[in-house]
């Protein structure tokens, strides 16, 4: 009987919680989007009487560059798939075969990811530049016939976003993973003699098809509103995307935020379709790969294969991540930026005057804030979210599911403006604006669907019958996912972790409109140094950024591996 009362009790709890949960997302998820959706139709400008109609749409799909600019989304999308085939190989030699320095390999595509795409493609330019680039100036000494690399260009988009973006994040995401994964499964399919890649492919990508689902959609939505790279060279070759076609209409002199807003409301249709794709894909492909009694880590077996492999991602990795770091860390200390014919063109006068502005002092430590504030709070409520969604047993879960995927509707650049909006214009949200909580709260909102659904595909690896036999001996639901869930996933939970971190600090189209000079973080001081022409002061500050974002990930990912490896 008493159990009996504490098992209603329970539930009753985790009901009361998930409509608690229910009723918060929604209104600051649908806060949001109902601004967006509603300002779409609305035709005047700011201070003006409002008035209604479906001008902001007739004009936003009626330009040539706004269907242009979706052509070209979409093919640049499309590098989502590739990415994928190359982050899942890539995922499965550095845990399942533990090919020769794939420590070195791991964590050079966690830097990639880490560094500024701001910098980076800057470092780029520097080398691929079609007139002045230095790849180009050597290629036009060595070779008899003249051959151009072009950075301004389709192919040269791409392959920025590959590189520093696409397959290390994608990496990332993939080898929590495959390090919980029983190799038992592997060893059987090998006994029944089945080859290493018809293993691959019939065993380990159906026991983690929720973590692939999951990372292929995330990936491919936010490939939808790129806009950093886009913006540096993208434009000077003509090619707009998504996002930078909403940035474009913000900043128009008047903004216009109706055409912006219904491009944004489209890209809701997207959202949908993706997250409905994911739920009934996800809803019949989900293993359970840490079970009960013991596990088995033995590597798979490639032989000398596993030489090459090493040496081809080592020769990728110096090409595509060192080279162009390299350069943005030469270029930090010239006097003029990827200009090597100049005399003396090295100087630390950039540095200098970088670490003696006092805007540099108070942009790093709201950097700082801004990353473990986010980073912290994140962790704690997409663990909660997830997990929620995943085993809980109330009234809305699918619903709340729903409402987490909603934040990646909106555009950073739009959702920093709809937030900003609101904040300014609700009297009761006034005294938060200029503060760092709207700075972090909007980041969490952001970064929330990719954080709860990388927990709730963790946490759909995790058998329930551990969490079971906790609740037997007597641990109560908090007990046991503190003590027993989160333990079996924590290199999941320090790799969220660190990506959050990461994508807090670097973020520049979210907080670039809610941030005031009290605020600013390195990002969008980066930014702010670039579009003033002040290019090797930028460079100063992406290093920085950079070193402190490695720093950090090396401090996490050695704490990660050692949480893992303690018995629960």
């Keep these: 009987m008493a159990r009996s009362r504490s098992i209603i009790l329970a539930r009753s709890a985790q009901s009361f919680v998930g409509f608690l949960l229910l009723l918060g997302i929604g209104f600051i998820t649908l806060v949001p989007l109902g601004f967006l959706i509603l300002n779409s139709f609305n035709t005047s400008q700011l201070g003006q009487e409002i008035s209604w109609g479906f001008e902001g749409w007739r004009q936003a799909f009626g330009a040539p560059q706004t269907i242009k600019a979706l052509i070209y989304s979409v093919l640049l999308s499309a590098r989502t798939f590739l990415g994928l085939a190359v982050a899942f190989l890539v995922s499965w030699l550095l ?31 520097a080398l691929l530049d079609p007139h002045h680039g230095l790849i180009n100036v050597l290629l036009a000494h060595v070779l008899p016939i003249a051959i151009r690399l072009n950075i301004y260009s389709f192919s040269g988009i791409l392959w920025v976003h590959l590189t520093l973006l696409t397959v290390p994040v994608m990496t990332i995401l993939l080898t929590p993973a495959f390090r919980q994964m029983d190799a038992s499964f592997e060893e059987s399919a090998r006994t029944c003699g089945s080859g290493p890649l018809r293993t691959l492919r019939r065993i380990v990508l159906p026991l983690l098809w929720p973590t692939v689902l999951v990372v292929t959609i995330a990936t491919f939505i936010r490939s939808l509103e790129a806009f950093e790279i886009e913006q540096i060279i993208g434009i000077p070759a003509g090619i707009y995307v998504y996002g930078t076609r909403i940035y474009d209409l913000v900043r128009w002199d008047p903004p216009l935020y109706s055409q912006a807003m219904a491009l944004s409301t489209i890209f809701l249709f997207v959202l949908f379709g993706a997250v409905l794709l994911y739920q009934r894909s996800s809803r019949h492909h989900e293993f359970a790969t840490v079970r009960p009694g013991g596990a088995s880590f033995r590597p798979a077996l490639i032989g000398k294969w596993r030489y090459f492999a090493s040496g081809l991602l080592i020769l990728w990795i110096a090409v595509s991540i060192y080279l162009p770091l390299a350069m943005v860390l030469i270029g930090s200390f010239m006097k003029f930026f990827g200009m090597f014919g100049i005399e003396k063109p090295f100087t630390i006068q950039h540095w200098a005057a970088v670490l003696g502005d006092p805007a540099f002092t108070q942009a790093l430590q709201n950097s700082l804030i801004l990353g473990f504030g986010v980073a912290g709070l994140g962790v704690v409520v997409y663990s909660v979210l997830g997990y929620l969604i995943l085993r809980g047993r ?17 555009p950073g650049i739009l959702l920093g403006l709809s937030l900003l909006w609101i904040f300014l214009s609700v009297r009761f949200f006034n005294f938060l604006y200029g503060t760092m909580f709207v700075l972090i709260f909007s980041v969490i909102l952001k970064d929330m669907p990719i954080g709860t659904q990388m927990f709730k595909a963790a946490f759909a690896q995790v058998t329930e019958e551990l969490e079971q036999a906790s ?21 999941v939970v320090v790799s969220i972790f660190v990506l959050v971190f990461m994508s807090s600090i670097r973020d520049i189209s979210t907080p670039i409109l809610l941030a005031t000079p009290a605020t600013t973080p390195l990002s969008v001081l980066m930014l702010e140094r670039s579009v003033a022409g002040e290019i090797e002061k930028a460079a100063v500050i992406g290093v920085i950024l950079s070193v402190v974002a490695i720093i950090t990930a090396m401090v996490m990912r050695l704490l990660g591996f050692r949480i893992a490896a303690e018995p629960v």
């Design 95 to 125: 845990i399942r075969v533990r090919i020769p320095a794939s420590p070195f390999i791991e964590f050079s595509l966690w830097m990639a990811w880490f560094l500024p795409p701001l910098s980076v493609t800057i470092g780029w330019i």
């Design 394 to 410: 109330f009234v809305g879960r699918a619903t709340l599911s729903l409402l987490v995927w909603i934040p990646w509707a909106i």
């Design 471 to 491: 609740r037997v001996s007597g641990a109560g639901p908090f007990t046991t996912f503190r003590r027993i869930t989160v333990p079996l996933i924590a290199p």
